[in-house]
């Protein structure tokens, strides 16, 4: 319960955190229909810190949980999750294959508040892809009480992305009219997610003389938050640039392209690097690491190898035969270029995207 209240208030490390000791106790004592609908918790928290391959890696859990326990609501809103990390990767098509399996589960449970992450989830896809009119209107059911895709607890999930994806199909009126709303409710002040959406938006629908200050209370603040600052960056960079001031443009896109290349979000790393090449600075391509071609379960798999777990204690976490933990570990090793478990810790990723 305080996992899945501090993310409802964007408190997403603090979620992570007491949704990972949460799981980890579900797992031991076997009680795999909680755990399916911790782990979806826990997912969200860690995409919305950064660590986009734990995200995916618990999404996938969850659904495999909750199809063996029953629990439609669980594989569904684990779905969702997997359809905004391939959105925001760049993978339009599964972001979309997902998006449209988990809206098919909604609409038989008729859970509001999934349909509103789901309409997130779409729209954050579609502004990937620059299709910024079929954002705004995956979004603007966020808003509408009379769409069954409004949920008042959960709309403020899609603020910045309804903002921007309004700002840019000249929807402006509408934008403004959001951000009034959401600061009445969250007066007297905002919890910080909000509050750095607010001047995200804010800076977005400024004049020119009014922008620089929002986007640097935005950027004070967003420092747990990387696919957020990063779009703010690139933004700030973007309206430095648009300034005439191209030199004092580069920082804030270089720290941007580099905050989006950790992650894997590509559709952003490539605007990084537009913005780089108009202010009179090239970039090379990011060079995608090899461990990016393993599943989540086979990532999974090898982090608990790489960590000295043994295939039947590894089998006993995952709810897996030790049979099948040595077949994937034979189908890793080749992937990742190395012979033997021994190569594993140097073959992985260690840590969380920070800036």
């Given at each position: 319960?305080?996992?899945?209240?501090?993310?409802?208030?964007?408190?997403?490390?603090?979620?992570?955190?007491?949704?990972?000791?949460?799981?980890?106790?579900?797992?031991?004592?076997?009680?795999?229909?909680?755990?399916?609908?911790?782990?979806?918790?826990?997912?969200?928290?860690?995409?919305?810190?950064?660590?986009?391959?734990?995200?995916?890696?618990?999404?996938?859990?969850?659904?495999?949980?909750?199809?063996?326990?029953?629990?439609?609501?669980?594989?569904?809103?684990?779905?969702?999750?997997?359809?905004?990390?391939?959105?925001?990767?760049?993978?339009?098509?599964?972001?979309?294959?997902?998006?449209?399996?988990?809206?098919?589960?909604?609409?038989?449970?008729?859970?509001?508040?999934?349909?509103?992450?789901?309409?997130?989830?779409?729209?954050?896809?579609?502004?990937?892809?620059?299709?910024?009119?079929?954002?705004?209107?995956?979004?603007?059911?966020?808003?509408?009480?009379?769409?069954?895709?409004?949920?008042?607890?959960?709309?403020?999930?899609?603020?910045?992305?309804?903002?921007?994806?309004?700002?840019?199909?000249?929807?402006?009126?509408?934008?403004?009219?959001?951000?009034?709303?959401?600061?009445?409710?969250?007066?007297?002040?905002?919890?910080?997610?909000?509050?750095?959406?607010?001047?995200?938006?804010?800076?977005?629908?400024?004049?020119?003389?009014?922008?620089?200050?929002?986007?640097?209370?935005?950027?004070?603040?967003?420092?747990?938050?990387?696919f957020l600052r990063g779009r703010l960056l690139l933004a700030y960079g973007g309206w430095l640039r648009r300034q005439r001031r191209a030199a004092d443009a580069r920082a804030p896109l270089r720290t941007a392209r580099d905050l989006f290349d950790a992650l894997g979000a590509s559709p952003w790393s490539d605007r990084a690097r537009e913005e780089l090449r108009a202010s009179g600075e090239s970039s090379r391509r990011r060079t995608e690491p090899i461990w990016e071609t393993l599943t989540p379960q086979e990532l999974q798999i090898a982090q608990l190898?790489?960590?000295?777990?043994?295939?039947?204690?590894?089998?006993?976490?995952?709810?897996?035969?030790?049979?099948?933990?040595?077949?994937?570990?034979?189908?890793?090793?080749?992937?990742?270029?190395?012979?033997?478990?021994?190569?594993?810790?140097?073959?992985?990723?260690?840590?969380?995207?920070?800036?």
């Amino acid at each position: 319960m305080l996992g899945s209240t501090a993310d409802v208030i964007g408190a997403f490390h603090l979620g992570a955190s007491f949704l990972g000791e949460s799981s980890a106790a579900l797992r031991a004592q076997g009680r795999l229909s909680d755990l399916a609908r911790v782990l979806f918790a826990q997912a969200w928290a860690e995409m919305e810190i950064g660590d986009w391959m734990a995200a995916m890696r618990e999404a996938e859990e969850s659904v495999r949980f909750a199809e063996e326990t029953g629990g439609t609501l669980w594989i569904a809103a684990a779905t969702v999750v997997k359809a905004k990390l391939a959105g925001m990767q760049g993978n339009i098509e599964q972001s979309e294959i997902f998006a449209t399996q988990a809206e098919r589960l909604v609409l038989s449970i008729g859970a509001s508040f999934l349909l509103a992450l789901l309409q997130v989830a779409r729209g954050v896809s579609a502004i990937g892809a620059g299709r910024h009119l079929e954002a705004y209107e995956h979004l603007q059911r966020l808003f509408d009480p009379s769409d069954p895709a409004f949920n008042s607890g959960v709309h403020f999930f899609g603020l910045a992305d309804f903002v921007e994806a309004a700002a840019a199909c000249g929807k402006e009126p509408a934008a403004r009219n959001v951000i009034e709303e959401i600061e009445r409710r969250a007066a007297p002040a905002p919890a910080p997610w909000v509050e750095i959406m607010l001047a995200y938006g804010k800076a977005l629908l400024a004049e020119p003389e009014d922008a620089e200050p929002m986007f640097q209370h935005g950027l004070s603040l967003a420092k747990e938050w990387p696919f957020l600052r990063g779009r703010l960056l690139l933004a700030y960079g973007g309206w430095l640039r648009r300034q005439r001031r191209a030199a004092d443009a580069r920082a804030p896109l270089r720290t941007a392209r580099d905050l989006f290349d950790a992650l894997g979000a590509s559709p952003w790393s490539d605007r990084a690097r537009e913005e780089l090449r108009a202010s009179g600075e090239s970039s090379r391509r990011r060079t995608e690491p090899i461990w990016e071609t393993l599943t989540p379960q086979e990532l999974q798999i090898a982090q608990l190898a790489a960590d000295g777990f043994s295939n039947k204690e590894i089998g006993a976490r995952l709810y897996l035969s030790h049979r099948t933990v040595g077949y994937h570990l034979h189908r890793i090793f080749p992937k990742l270029g190395i012979t033997s478990r021994a190569g594993l810790h140097n073959a992985l990723p260690r840590a969380t995207v920070t800036d």
